[in-house]
């Protein structure tokens, strides 16, 4: 961040506070996010700044909208960095932004997978990630300060995704017989939601952060909507999400300990089919995104190694979900 | 052994490979090393692809996806049986190979 932009942040920032420290820690292609060490009223704070890149993707979340669910969460006891400030005046930096409590921890999903210690144990941890999806399902439209999310449609969340995952296809203009095959099979067994609740929609190892003691906080709520409380669970047990590792709930640890935890502090019988049904729906996610990366390689509009490599983990997606259909 | 003097491109891959990981890898520390692991494993894909040729792309995809969606193949044990070894003939060559995970 350029001086000009640095000094209107000061001055933007209440009274009593100052800045001390200020850098990059992460800038993805969406989202950059900086590091902010300041004093308030003489006592050191660790802060987050959050903002758009500049190039900003259109469909990426507006930060009002991602201050105003991390304030709904931090509300309902979901492990959410506090959110503190949020500034939609693009006369300051020049980008929306808002600022965040800076929790500590580790996020990278290799190194969580592989430890037998961290977040408290395997299934300490998978314990606690039940409880987290408890907290965040027990918030429904019902609930005020998320009306900016759509309104969820009263057809079975199943037909939507489909209807959505076709769309997303069609566009690419690439045929795909075994996404198809996995598609219409969702769409044959399709059921209505059992209950309409705010979901996360990319809860998964890496994307929340741990220490030796438990979780630190649950990232990364740019994909978050109303939806059917499975479609988490799903998500955070599908294959393609378990970094290698045997252990069934995103590679930490056992399905019997998630269900056990998530029961118990939500009140809502897990049903395993359902989950079954949305761990198809995820792997079939995770491979139009992965179709779609890989085709900003081979257009030629972003040559890019990693990308390229994106595209060779489809097949062995296909290979899941004809293994789950089979 | 044939006639030819020349390595062909799954030799050169895979002897260029092994030089990259032996030679040059340990020598490297972070995104340099990150770099070189992703080039070492894209030469792995690409030695794969020399030495199996490329899978047959399915035949009349765009028709076979409309009559998928149809629900044309419904229940069809033929089309799944099918599906699957189109999947096990790509993984063959996008996949590392069982057992080297985390290589």
Same mark, same amino acid.
């Given at each position: 961040?350029?001086?000009? $932009?640095?000094?209107?942040?000061? @001055? ?6 100052? &800045?001390? *420290?200020?850098?990059?820690?992460s %800038? /993805? ?15 050191p704070?660790?802060?987050v700044l959050r ?7 259109s ?13 709904v ?13 949020l500034?939609?005046?693009l006369?300051?930096?020049g980008?929306a ?10 996020a ?13 144990? $395997?299934?300490?941890?998978?314990? @606690? ?6 907290? &965040?399902? *027990?918030?429904?439209?019902?609930? %005020? /300060? ?6 969820h ?6 037909l ?6 076709r ?20 769409e ?25 003691h ?5 990232l990364?709520?740019?994909f ?30 056992s ?5 056990a935890?998530y029961?118990a ?9 359902r989950v ?6 995820a792997t079939?996610?995770?491979?139009v ?5 890989a ?6 509009t ?7 490599l994106?595209?060779?983990?489809v ?12 | 052994?044939?006639?030819?003097a020349?390595p ?6 895979k ?24 080039i070492?494993?894209?030469m ?12 047959d792309?399915?035949e ?13 193949y419904?229940?069809n044990?033929?089309m ?21 995970v985390?290589?």
């Amino acid at each position: 961040m350029d001086e000009p $932009r640095r000094s209107a942040l000061a @001055a933007w920032l209440p009274d009593g506070v100052s &800045i001390v *420290a200020m850098s990059l820690m992460s %800038g /993805g292609a969406i989202q950059q996010n900086w590091k902010l060490d300041v004093l308030v009223d003489g006592t050191p704070q660790a802060w987050v700044l959050r903002t758009d890149s500049a190039a900003t993707l259109s469909h990426s979340r507006p930060r009002a909208e991602e201050f105003a669910l991390l304030a709904v969460t931090h509300k309902a006891g979901v492990t959410v960095p506090e959110p503190l400030m949020l500034c939609t005046d693009l006369s300051v930096i020049g980008t929306a932004f808002f600022i965040m409590r800076r929790v500590e921890g580790v996020a990278a999903a290799h190194r969580i997978v592989r430890s037998d210690t961290l977040g408290g144990g $395997r299934d300490k941890l998978v314990e @606690a990630l039940g409880r987290e999806l408890a907290r &965040i399902h *027990a918030i429904t439209p019902a609930h %005020g /300060g998320l009306d900016f999310l759509a309104r969820h449609p009263a057809t079975a969340p199943g037909l939507r995704f489909v209807a959505d995952m076709r769309a997303h296809l069609d566009h690419g203009r690439t045929h795909h017989p075994v996404l198809e095959f996995g598609l219409r099979h969702l769409e044959r067994t399709a059921q209505p939601a059992v209950d309409i609740v705010l979901c996360h929609n990319d809860f998964r190892t890496g994307n929340y952060m741990v220490d030796e003691h438990g979780i630190t906080g649950v990232l990364d709520w740019e994909f978050a909507g109303w939806g059917d409380p499975h479609e988490d669970l799903g998500w955070l047990c599908a294959k393609c999400w378990r970094f290698g590792s045997p252990h069934e709930v995103g590679g930490v640890g056992s399905r019997a300990a998630l269900y056990a935890a998530y029961q118990a502090a939500s009140g809502r019988v897990v049903d395993d089919a359902r989950v079954r049904y949305w761990e198809i729906a995820a792997t079939i996610r995770w491979a139009v995104i992965a179709i779609s990366q890989a085709k900003r390689h081979i257009s030629g509009t972003e040559p890019s190694l990693e990308l390229a490599l994106t595209g060779h983990i489809v097949p062995e997606l296909e290979l899941d979900i004809m293994r789950a259909l089979a | 052994m044939s006639g030819i003097a020349e390595p062909g491109p799954a030799d050169l891959l895979k002897i260029a490979r092994a030089t990259l990981l032996q030679d040059i890898v340990p020598h490297l520390t972070g995104d340099a090393r990150f770099k070189a692991l992703m080039i070492a494993n894209a030469m792995a894909i690409a030695g794969r692809a020399a030495q199996y040729g490329d899978v047959d792309d399915f035949e009349n995809a765009a028709e076979i996806c409309a009559d998928i969606r149809a629900g044309r193949y419904d229940d069809n044990d033929e089309m799944v049986e099918r599906l699957l070894a189109y999947c096990q003939d790509r993984c063959a060559i996008s996949s590392k190979p069982a057992g080297k995970v985390g290589e």
